[in-house]
């Protein structure tokens, strides 16, 4: 409680200190996020808070991550929530971006069709459907299953399809087992007559490492524009984790603000969100969780994050 009046503490000082000091034309600021939980804050900064009058947001939503990657580098955005994974990959790669917190610690889910896995056993020999080969999902995937016994390449007949596409298919009957992340897990649960909830993908990890949190999703910014403009770097991360608060806080006006942005029924959104954690943790929780996961994603996919843990100038 204590850390938070804080927080408001130095936003109100730093709102105060940019009326004073920056000219009246407010200044464009360019967010990059795909349609997911952790966009909201960013529309809450729009439509309900009040944000310094010197500063202008402006909001794409795009699913394109690579896209907002060389847009980030290029200093064409500001801020960019994307995979923690891939704004490592961006970082060493030698891109000059900051990582300023991780907000999504839960998003994912094994649903089946037909019948339910209630171990990874039961998938032997089933089709398992993953977005993307050599990404989160896939590593995920393919750590799990080996961490319980099974040889991912021989035990599992993985396929990989694009979403939405995939999930679709799996409504229609045509595949096993999905790993989706929310809210497309509450869509197909709804939709897909078979569909079963089988696995939170989250709980097979805390059995392993004993703590749920997987830190998948980051907001990132440009490191030249953290180094030219620190005041405004900070008053949008402070309202960013508002945000998350008020996401949290008040799930009914989270959903109808979602539903708006991302064209999908209040009530399915509201029903996704209790699947969904999204929290912001302190640096130092932050960054033990992040080298956890960085380090199991070093042993199987490098290449996820650029073949190496990111140094300390990586975070904010």
């Known amino acids: 409680m204590l850390k938070k009046k ?67 580098g290029q200093n064409n955005i500001d801020f960019l929530v994307t995979g923690s994974n891939v704004g490592a990959n961006a970082y060493n790669r030698g891109l000059n971006i900051k990582m300023l917190n991780v907000n999504t610690w839960g998003i994912d889910y094994l649903l089946t069709n037909g019948f339910k896995a209630d171990s990874w056993q039961d998938l032997e020999g089933k089709d398992l459907a993953l977005p993307l080969q050599g990404g989160p999902l896939d590593f995920l995937a393919r750590y799990l299953a080996s961490e319980n016994g099974l040889d991912p390449e021989e035990d599992l007949n993985l396929v990989y399809r694009a979403l939405p596409g995939s999930a679709q298919l799996f409504m229609a009957g045509e595949l096993d087992a999905i790993l989706l992340p929310e809210p497309l897990a509450t869509v197909s649960l709804n939709r897909g007559e078979n569909s079963e909830l089988s696995m939170d993908i989250q709980k097979e990890w805390a059995k392993i490492h004993g703590d749920e949190r997987i830190p998948f999703v980051a907001l990132f910014a440009s490191g030249d524009f953290t180094e030219e403009y620190p005041q405004f770097t900070d008053i949008i991360n402070g309202y960013y984790r508002q945000g998350v608060d008020w996401v949290n806080n008040n799930p009914e006006a989270a959903a109808e603000l979602a539903s708006r942005h991302f064209n999908m029924p209040a009530p399915l959104l509201k029903q996704s969100f209790s699947r ?34 990111p140094d300390e100038e990586f975070y904010y």
């Open 6 to 72: 804080r927080l408001l503490t130095a936003i109100m000082i730093l709102s105060f200190v940019l009326m004073a000091s920056l000219p009246a034309a407010a200044m464009e600021i360019k967010v990059q996020t795909p349609n997911i939980p952790a966009a909201l804050p960013f529309f809450w900064m729009q439509e309900e808070a009040e944000l310094p009058a010197a500063i202008d947001l402006n909001v794409n939503l795009s699913p394109n991550h690579q896209r907002g990657i060389s847009l980030l």
């Open 276 to 309: 969904v954690n999204l929290n912001i943790y302190s640096d130092a929780e932050t960054r033990d969780l992040v080298e956890l996961y960085f380090g199991e994603i070093l042993e199987m996919y490098p290449e996820l994050i650029g073949g190496n843990l």
